[in-house]
Each structure stands twice: as C-alpha cells, then as structure tokens.
Nanobody, 116 residues
C-alpha cells in the first residue's frame, strides 16, 4: 500500500513563496515518477509539475514555468514543490501523485491560498 502525505500549504500573499512536501511510504520510491497536480474551485485537476524517477528530467505547466521547481530526495522518500512569486490564480488544492507503470497513487491534498 502506497501512502502519500502532503504538507506545507497555507495562506500567502501575492508574490510570496511556499514549499510543499510529499512524504511517501512506499517500497522502492526511487522507481516512481512523482508529480504535483492541483484543482482550483470549479475547475478540472491539472498537472503542475512532474519529475522522473531519477530526478534527471522535469516538466512543468506553462502557467508555472520559471516560478515553480519540483525536486525529489530519494533517500528521504520525499518530493518537493518550491513555489515562488505566487499569484491568486495559483489558489487550489495541491495533490501529490506517484506513478509506477499504469498505477497512480494520490495524497489527500493540501490547500494553497494566495490572497492579500
């Protein structure tokens, strides 16, 4: 059973920063591709950032390129999302995702609210 626990969400002013963490309880974490998704109120869930198992390659949604950075520490079974220059439109519930083959696992989500 894979368990993903997100943390680090909260309320921040526009232009501020947050770092999300996702701790994974899983065997062979280093074999999983890890991603962050988000769902804003009334919108579909969207992919924010993905990092492959080795950490050698990442990709980002156009809306967050240059502001967000995904990283992972395979020794700690943790993936991070550093979010800088946050905007009100970044307000959403952020979900951690682990993928192995055709199987997806999800965390419970953490709320990020960007507001003055």
């Amino acid at each position: 059973q894979v368990q993903l626990v997100e943390s680090g969400g909260g309320l921040v002013q526009p232009g501020g920063s947050l770092r999300l963490s996702c701790a994974a309880s899983v065997f062979a974490f280093s074999t999983y591709s890890m991603s962050w998704y988000r769902r804003a109120p009334g919108q579909e869930r969207e992919l924010v950032a993905r990092i492959i198992s080795t950490g050698a390659r990442t990709n980002y949604a156009d809306s967050v390129k240059g502001r967000f950075t995904i990283s992972r520490d395979n020794a700690k079974n943790t993936v991070y999302l550093q979010m800088n220059n946050l905007k009100p439109e970044d307000t959403a519930v952020y979900y951690c995702n682990a993928r192995a083959g055709w199987t997806d696992y999800w965390g419970q989500g953490t709320q990020v609210t960007v507001s003055s």
